[in-house]
């Protein structure tokens, strides 16, 4: 199948340091692929060239078709293309509610087009997406207020609202409890039902192996593989790299 999101010789140097060097990526539809790798093989990076946070020294991106190189980020993310982050920056002075309600708008304008009806549809995401989070009873609290299982939710629950196409989750269930864990897997696997597009960053590989179809093995800013889970994990080159057993 066509891949949705198309990513070809993506390159970005710092200096003498190579993070990301021609690496192609493919997002099938209706998949979810992981990235893997040790500490500073360039998967963060690469989640920046491909949102526009940074700019590609070579390579092109292109999402449903068009070209987004060097486009701004709010641009990409309005044409589908939602992700987290790490640190979530979420608005921590704002209520739960309104945290997700912001990922809703289409324009910064005060006055948002569309009137009444339309912010009545985006209202209407809102709620559904803090619903299937589970933090519908917090809607009314603030952000800064929440545990911290409750803060990484909410960044699911803003890109679900937003109805993107495509999400990209920079380590989305790193630091959960099993029971929430649990209910992560789930919504992950319900959205790609809902034909929602996955790729994600993840260092647990027990959830990699219970969530990937396909996996992209990165290390110092280059693919060395890609494949199913069975084949990619079960390789001892790959694993001694990963675990830090390189020759």
Same mark, same amino acid.
């Given at each position: 199948m066509s891949a949705l999101l198309s990513a070809r010789g993506l390159t970005r140097h710092f200096g003498g340091i190579n993070a990301v060097e021609a690496v192609d990526l493919d997002l099938a539809p209706g998949i979810i692929t992981a990235l893997v790798g040790p500490n500073?093989?360039? $998967?963060?990076? /690469?989640? &920046? =060239?491909?949102?526009?946070? #940074?700019?590609?020294?070579?390579?092109? @991106?292109? =999402?449903?078709?068009?070209?987004?190189?060097g486009h701004a980020p709010h641009r990409i993310a309005r044409m589908g293309l939602a992700r987290s982050f790490q640190d979530l920056r979420l608005f921590?002075?704002? !209520? @739960? +509610?309104? &945290? @997700? #309600?912001?990922?809703?708008?289409? @324009? !910064?304008?005060f006055w948002q087009p569309g009137g009444v009806r339309a912010a009545r549809e985006r209202a209407a995401r809102g709620a559904?997406? #803090?619903? +299937?989070?589970? #933090?519908?009873? /917090?809607? +009314?609290?603030?952000?800064?207020? /929440?545990?911290?299982?409750?803060? $990484?939710? =909410? !960044? =699911?629950? +803003?890109? /679900?609202? !937003?109805g993107a196409r495509i999400w990209l989750l920079d380590e989305p269930a790193s630091g959960l409890d099993p029971a929430s864990r649990a209910r992560f897997t789930a919504l992950l696997r319900a959205a790609v039902a809902d034909g929602v597009t996955i790729c994600l960053i993840e260092h647990n590989l027990d959830i990699v192996i219970e969530l990937a179809d396909r996996i992209v093995f990165l290390d110092q800013g280059r693919k060395l593989a890609e494949g199913a889970p069975e084949s990619v994990l079960g390789d001892p080159r790959l694993a001694a790299i990963y675990f830090g057993e390189r020759a």
């Open positions: 500073g093989a360039g $998967k963060t990076t /690469l989640f &920046n =060239l491909i949102t526009g946070h #940074l700019a590609a020294d070579a390579g092109v @991106v292109e =999402l449903f078709g068009q070209k987004i190189t921590a002075r704002m !209520s @739960v +509610r309104d &945290n @997700v #309600l912001a990922a809703t708008e289409p @324009v !910064s304008w559904q997406a #803090l619903e +299937r989070t589970g #933090l519908a009873p /917090l809607a +009314r609290a603030e952000a800064a207020d /929440l545990a911290y299982a409750e803060r $990484k939710f =909410l !960044s =699911l629950a +803003r890109i /679900l609202a !937003s």
